[in-house]
């Protein structure tokens, strides 16, 4: 059992950064496959990036390639979102997921969810 809490959203103005934390409970942590999703008003929850277990490989989404960061320390079981050069399509509830399989860009077969946390970029 995973439990994911983000923080770190906020308002920012387009072309600026934020750094969205997720902190994981579980003595399994650095077991798992963690990503990060979002989802806009009327839209589907999408994929934005993945990372595994050993933070050596991450995976992106096109549209946030080169922009975004994702990183982990398994020794203090938690996982970042560097997010750079934001747009305003950028706005969204980012959630961080875990799943304790490889690489997934597929919402439901992600196993565990935090609460999500807002982004909000102004043009």
């Known amino acids: 059992q995973v439990q994911l809490v983000e923080s770190g959203g906020g308002l920012v103005q387009a072309g600026g950064s934020l750094r969205l934390s997720c902190a994981a409970s579980?003595?399994?942590?650095?077991?798992?496959?963690m990503g990060w999703f979002r989802q806009a008003p009327g839209k589907e929850r999408e994929f934005v990036a993945a990372?595994?277990?050993?933070?050596?490989?991450?995976d992106y989404a096109d549209s946030v390639k080169g922009r975004f960061t994702m990183s982990r320390n398994n020794a203090e079981n938690t996982v970042a979102l560097q997010m750079n050069s934001l747009k305003p399509d950028d706005t969204a509830v980012y959630y961080c997921?875990?799943?304790?399989?490889?690489?997934?860009?597929?919402?439901?077969?992600?196993?565990?969810w935090g609460q999500g946390t807002q982004v909000t970029v102004s043009s």
């Open positions: 990372i595994i277990w050993s933070g050596q490989i991450a």
């Open positions: 579980g003595r399994t942590f650095s077991t798992y496959t």
């Open positions: 997921a875990a799943r304790r399989q490889a690489f997934s860009r597929t919402p439901s077969e992600y196993a565990y």
